[in-house]
């Protein structure tokens, strides 16, 4: 399942082609759509943007198309008028002078006044994105202590969208080895300091994935481990995936345990607390 990094990434490739561009020919193949086609033939796309796992593209005509991919969901960027080889169903098509983006397979697909789109049901759910450059690692930890989240386990808020939209489970473990807090914490249990860690490697690591389309390991390791002949796979992460393997902070054995209904890894001596 893809987490907010992978989403924005596909989202910046979609970006490339259709922002400040000029919309020539659209087509939506939900029937409840269509017919609406008309409203976006001649509008400009001023934005894409990411919320969680929601895509949202804005146009210079108040309107936004909403997608979220679910399982299933996904965009191609080709040349006007170019067919991806592909069975999936078609769902929507922007077309350029030069481009088209086109969206398959999704069907959860919906068209909004920019003014009514905090009523979304999705969006009005769900917490600031981690990939918003607004946010910073403050008001991480100030959410992390706040009346409704305080006392939930880290590893729960960790994977609930309505904390921080387009967290997952790698990212969950990734982060937590890097602030070294138990997976079972409460925000109400840390200290000051380890608010503030987990607050600077929630941003820092979300950060470093969306750059890196995918690693979390800090680039000086993961050079000493391409050096050494390992493969992506091998050097991705710091611990997720890397159960009964040595943590690279103190050599113990990662555990792999499950935490709110998830796979978690994690060290049993790094994360003490
Ligand atoms: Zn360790």
């Not at 969680?52 to 108040?62: E, V």
């Not at 909004?112 to 946010?135: C, K, S, T, V, Y």
């Not at 590893?155 to 070294?180: K, M, P, T, V, W």
Request: hydrophobic share 35%.
């Amino acid at each position: 399942m893809p987490e907010g990094p992978e989403i924005r990434l596909a989202a910046d490739k979609v970006a490339r082609v259709l922002e400040g561009k000029q919309i020539i020919d659209a087509k939506f193949g939900l029937p409840r759509l269509q017919g609406r086609e008309a409203d976006f033939i001649g509008a400009k796309v001023n934005a894409l943007e990411t919320r969680g796992k929601a895509l949202l593209t804005h146009f210079d005509n108040g309107l936004t198309i909403y997608s979220h991919n679910q399982l299933y969901g996904r965009w191609y960027v080709v040349k006007r008028d170019a067919h991806p080889k592909t069975n999936r169903s078609l769902r929507l098509a922007l077309h350029t002078q030069k481009h088209s983006a086109l969206l398959y397979s999704a069907s959860d697909i919906s068209i909004w006044d920019q003014f009514e789109l905090d009523m979304h049901p999705f969006l009005a759910r769900i917490g600031p994105d981690i990939l918003n450059p607004e946010l910073t690692w403050h008001d991480i930890s100030v959410r992390l202590y706040s009346q409704k989240f305080r006392r939930r386990s880290v590893a729960s808020l960790y994977l609930a969208q309505d904390f921080l939209a387009g967290i997952g489970n790698y990212l969950r473990s990734e982060i937590l080895f890097d602030a070294c807090v138990h997976p079972a914490a409460r925000p109400s249990d840390l200290s000051r300091k380890q608010l503030n860690s987990l607050g600077r490697s929630t941003l820092k690591i979300s950060l470093r994935s969306y750059e890196t389309a995918g690693l979390t390991n800090p680039p000086r390791r993961v050079a000493a481990l391409k050096q050494q002949g390992l493969r992506r796979g091998e050097y991705r992460h710091a611990v997720f995936g890397r159960a009964n393997k040595p943590c690279y902070g103190c050599g113990t054995s990662i555990q792999k345990d499950s935490f709110a209904g998830r796979r978690l890894y994690w060290c049993q001596i790094c994360q003490a607390s």
